[in-house]
Nanobody, 122 residues
Framework: QVQLMESAGGLVQPGGSLRLSCVASASISSVNVLGWYRQSPGKAREMVAEITSGGSTLYADSAKGRFTISSDFGKNMVYLQLDNLKPEDTALYYC????????????????WGQGTQVTVSS
């Protein structure tokens, strides 16, 4: 099965930290871009951070200086370190992959994980 699987999120106090991880299923042989998006109730899904297989990174303004994306493209894994969390970071966080190739030779333009909840509250 071709899928992305996120680690569990959690409840964190303001100012706290959390690390999210995402791994592509074994049926995926390569990915060109991995990223994280988030969606809060009543709001559109927004990009948080992304990283290319070449190592280039892109962050949303809200993530700069607080969140860090890293990856292991050899294992098709991506991580998001969330530091100095704020209540407004509360959202469902989604893993995203672009330009996916499967072991069977199929190409997918985009793939999404199911999402993991991050709640920042005292």
């Amino acid at each position: 099965q071709v899928q992305l699987m996120e680690s569990a999120g959690g409840l964190v106090q303001p100012g706290g930290s959390l690390r999210l991880s995402c791994v592509a299923s074994a049926s995926i042989s390569s990915v060109n871009v991995l990223g994280w998006y988030r969606q809060s109730p009543g709001k559109a899904r927004e990009m948080v951070a992304e990283i290319t297989s070449g190592g280039s990174t892109l962050y949303a303004d809200s993530a700069k200086g607080r969140f860090t994306i890293s990856s292991d493209f050899g294992k098709n894994m991506v991580y998001l370190q969330l530091d100095n969390l704020k209540p407004e970071d509360t959202a469902l966080y989604y893993c995203n992959a672009l330009q996916v190739e499967t072991v069977d030779g199929y190409n997918l333009s985009e793939l999404w994980g199911q999402g993991t909840q991050v709640t920042v509250s005292s």
